[in-house]
């Protein structure tokens, strides 16, 4: 983060030319009805980082989350873990909450990168709503790392289980973005994290929507319960 930030004095001559090509509506289509003019620092951040920023961290935390419980069955550990005088429920939350240590580190250390990076150039660097986002992308990725728990859950197979995260991750990216610019499917839009995000409005626009964190936060709380649910009950063959 603070590596990309260091490039903007030099690019910052040819930004009307970014900003031209932005405007095409198969740029729009990819990055979503958000997008920011690269004419400034914050600007610049918005589109080189937050654009996709969610997607990427997102596919780490899906793998990291994968390996809880489906990864531990096709490892065959899941038998001494399933041995010890613990509840499995007990698994699924000490699994999630070991997630949270990770997550708060992602989000302060680009935090604190950007805020680094614009010192470094001699750029505002607008922290306030920065850190706005980057709250935003904590509740995000917690939403998504619940998600993969569930998936998890559900599966005997690590890799599988990562691989249908990340696909569905992928898939409400591409509903968020492209369901802007196609009315047909804007209906859609509700069902992806992605729509609860708006990182670029945030940063951009300084809107907060605080219900947007809360619809994360129950999203969090209602697929962290199915995971317990189905690890639970579900029969675990180890053999």
Same mark, same amino acid.
């Given at each position: 983060?603070?590596?990309?930030?260091?490039?903007?004095?030099?690019?910052?001559?040819?930004?009307?030319?970014?900003?031209?090509?932005?405007?095409?509506?198969?740029?729009?289509?990819?990055?979503?009805?958000?997008?920011?003019?690269?004419?400034?620092?914050?600007?610049?951040?918005?589109?080189?980082?937050?654009?996709?920023?969610?997607?990427?961290?997102?596919?780490? #935390?899906?793998?990291?989350?994968?390996?809880?419980?489906?990864?531990?069955?096709?490892?065959?550990?899941?038998?001494?873990?399933?041995?010890?005088?613990?509840?499995?429920?007990?698994?699924?939350?000490?699994?999630?909450?070991?997630?949270?240590?990770? #997550?708060?580190? #992602?989000?302060?250390?680009?935090?604190?990168?950007?805020?680094?990076?614009?010192?470094?150039?001699?750029?505002?660097?607008?922290?306030?709503?920065?850190?706005?986002?980057?709250?935003?992308?904590?509740?995000?990725?917690?939403?998504?790392?619940?998600?993969?728990?569930?998936?998890?859950?559900?599966?005997?197979?690590?890799?599988?289980?990562?691989?249908?995260?990340?696909?569905?991750?992928?898939?409400?990216?591409?509903?968020?973005?492209?369901?802007?610019?196609?009315?047909? #499917?804007?209906?859609?839009?509700?069902?992806?994290?992605?729509?609860?995000?708006?990182?670029?409005?945030?940063?951009?626009?300084?809107?907060?929507?605080?219900?947007?964190?809360?619809?994360?936060?129950?999203?969090?709380?209602?697929?962290?319960?199915?995971?317990?649910?189905?690890?639970?009950?579900?029969?675990?063959?180890?053999?």
């Amino acid at each position: 983060m603070f590596w990309i930030a260091t490039f903007y004095p030099a690019l910052k001559p040819n930004m009307s030319m970014y900003d031209d090509m932005l405007s095409n509506p198969t740029f729009q289509a990819l990055l979503g009805e958000q997008v920011a003019t690269m004419g400034t620092f914050v600007g610049f951040m918005t589109m080189e980082v937050f654009s996709y920023m969610g997607l990427v961290l997102g596919a780490y #935390i899906i793998f990291m989350a994968a390996s809880f419980a489906a990864g531990e069955i096709e490892q065959k550990s899941s038998e001494l873990l399933l041995s010890l005088p613990v509840r499995r429920e007990s698994l699924i939350i000490s699994r999630f909450t070991a997630m949270l240590p990770f #997550i708060a580190l #992602i989000v302060l250390a680009e935090l604190a990168a950007i805020y680094a990076g614009g010192r470094y150039i001699g750029e505002d660097s607008s922290i306030r709503w920065f850190a706005y986002a980057m709250l935003f992308m904590g509740f995000f990725l917690v939403a998504v790392g619940a998600m993969a728990l569930l998936i998890s859950s559900l599966m005997s197979d690590g890799r599988k289980a990562a691989l249908v995260s990340l696909g569905i991750l992928l898939g409400m990216f591409l509903v968020e973005n492209i369901g802007s610019m196609v009315t047909s #499917i804007d209906w859609a839009r509700s069902l992806s994290l992605f729509h609860y995000v708006r990182l670029t409005s945030i940063v951009m626009n300084h809107e907060v929507v605080w219900r947007n964190a809360g619809i994360l936060l129950v999203i969090t709380v209602v697929c962290l319960v199915l995971a317990v649910i189905v690890f639970r009950q579900r029969d675990i063959n180890v053999t």
